[in-house]
């Protein structure tokens, strides 16, 4: 049997954003997984971060109060962007040779008059 797993190495660009910085992370983070299946149409195994590098992170603050005038507090959000390189371990579809068998419909229903004949019961 032959190796069927092939790896590679690609940079993928994520944005995340949180009320909290390690929340703007994992967001970031999260989309990872998604952008590498709209880009691969083939079966991912395994998607493994090696570098992550920091391209941009920002806090924005504002002052928010209750009717315009009462309780001021200051709230904060946070925005990420990253450029993380994977590993991704996959299966290539076009590598792989399909045998192809003709079987009858599994679904289809049997004709019931084909077979078997009708047995009618009499009359007493």
Partial sequence: MEKVTVKKRQVIQVEGTGKEKNLAFANALN???N?????KDD???RIEPLDIQII????ETFTERFLFFFLPRTRAD???LLDVEVEITLIEMEMIP??????????GLPIPFSK?????????
């Avoid at 952008?35 to 880009?39: C, D, G, I, M, S």
């Avoid at 941009?56 to 806090?59: H, K, M, T």
């Avoid at 399909?98 to 009858?104: A, D, M, P, Q, T």
């Fill in 116 to 124: 078997k004949k009708r047995v009618h019961k009499e009359a007493n």
């Fill in 35 to 39: 952008r590498v299946l709209k880009e």
């Fill in 56 to 59: 941009r992170a920002e806090q």
């Fill in 98 to 107: 399909f045998v192809e068998k003709r079987v009858s419909d599994p679904n």
């Fill in 78 to 80: 946070y925005r990420v």
């Fill in 43 to 45: 079966v991912i195994v």
């Fill in 31 to 33: 989309q990872i997984h």
